[in-house]
């Protein structure tokens, strides 16, 4: 990944707080479990890009409450790092929400779990940054149980199941800008940059589908292709906990990749497949198969793995 042009790349913070990052981190996966759940029962009725805009001008307008009370810095020191993050980031998310009106929540986390073998690629070739034989095989490891879950079957994988795997790459390029370009900023300058810039996509993808007025499937299926319709006020409520949700789930997260090298930090977003299926369950009564379950097992052995080497 090359450098934003005119922002030179941030050079790591001293020192790596890991144990510090991984609570952050694990605090972001039980509460990004829980509300993604959700998603289906927003894409029932909304679209894509309506729950975007409005979940983003819901986020924003609580950052500007909290914002004098705890005396939080919004303003970016540097506006086109942070831009650049945030449309990196933003569209890495657009593959993800698009995908879990369509598949279960810990399914679409796996596809988007490509990301920690993406950032180990990008930190090595890219940035020559070392990552040893231990961690190279726990990132195979952890593929190995990513296809597990995914399970394509017939040897293919769907158009489905690959968009989380896009969005696992760009959100791979975001966590490492998150580190590189912008460890100077505030954790909620960036979250507040994040939201803008889905906020922003959810205003363009609105207009896109007034003026080509697509045929629209009811239900889940034409969550995507849906525009603007009238919110009820349970679409209203869900986007309102997807917000407050996102917004504390979002600042835990970057705090973590702030607090340690991308490579180090991305191994701890794997807590998020336990959780999600753990809602998944509580929640819905969805169970996932034996095949996916070892899937799990193995993408959280590799992030221990990976974590137990990045200490040593």
């Known amino acids: 990944m090359a450098p934003v042009p005119g922002v030179a790349p941030v050079a790591a913070a001293a020192g790596n707080r890991t144990m510090a990052a991984a609570g952050a981190i694990l605090i972001y996966a039980v509460i990004i479990g829980f509300t993604d759940n959700f998603v289906k029962v927003i894409a029932?009725?909304?679209?894509?890009?309506q729950f975007h805009a409005i979940r983003s001008v819901m986020a924003l307008a609580l950052f500007a409450v909290a914002a004098p009370l705890l005396g939080l810095r919004l303003w970016p020191r540097n506006p086109r790092a942070v831009a650049a993050r945030s449309l990196v980031h933003g569209t890495a998310m657009l593959f993800y929400f698009g995908s879990l009106a369509f598949l279960p929540v810990a399914v679409v986390a796996a596809g988007l779990f490509t990301a920690p073998i993406f950032v180990l690629l990008l930190s090595r070739f890219a940035f020559g940054e070392a990552i040893g034989p231990?961690?190279?095989?726990?990132?195979?490891?952890?593929?190995?149980?990513?296809?597990?879950?995914?399970?394509?079957?017939?040897?293919?994988?769907?158009?489905?199941?690959?968009?989380?795997?896009?969005?696992?790459?760009?959100?791979?390029?975001g966590n490492i800008a998150t580190r590189r370009w912008c460890a100077g900023e505030s954790a909620e300058t960036l979250v507040a940059g994040f939201f803008g810039m889905l906020g922003i996509y959810g205003v363009i993808g609105m207009a896109v589908l007034a003026l080509a007025a697509p045929e629209v499937p009811g239900g889940a299926a034409g969550f995507?292709?849906?525009?603007?319709?009238?919110?009820?006020?349970?679409?209203?409520?869900?986007t309102f906990?997807?917000?407050?949700?996102?917004?504390?789930?979002?600042?835990?997260m970057v705090k973590g990749y702030q607090m340690a090298e991308a490579s180090r930090a991305a191994v701890f977003e794997y807590t998020i497949l336990p959780c999600a299926a753990f809602w998944s369950w509580f929640l819905w009564g969805e169970m996932l198969g034996g095949r996916a379950l070892l899937g799990i097992v193995l993408i959280v052995a590799a992030g221990a793995l990976i974590a137990a080497r990045s200490r040593a």
Do not use: C, K, N
Request: glycine residues 18%; without cysteine; negative net charge.
């Open 224 to 238: 995507v292709l849906r525009g603007w319709v009238w919110p009820s006020a349970g679409f209203m409520g869900w």
């Open 44 to 49: 029932a009725e909304g679209g894509l890009w």
């Open 134 to 173: 231990f961690r190279i095989l726990a990132v195979a490891l952890g593929f190995l149980g990513t296809l597990m879950v995914l399970d394509p079957g017939e040897g293919s994988l769907s158009p489905v199941l690959i968009a989380p795997v896009i969005g696992g790459f760009l959100y791979a390029l």
């Open 241 to 252: 906990v997807q917000a407050a949700g996102s917004l504390l789930g979002i600042l835990m």
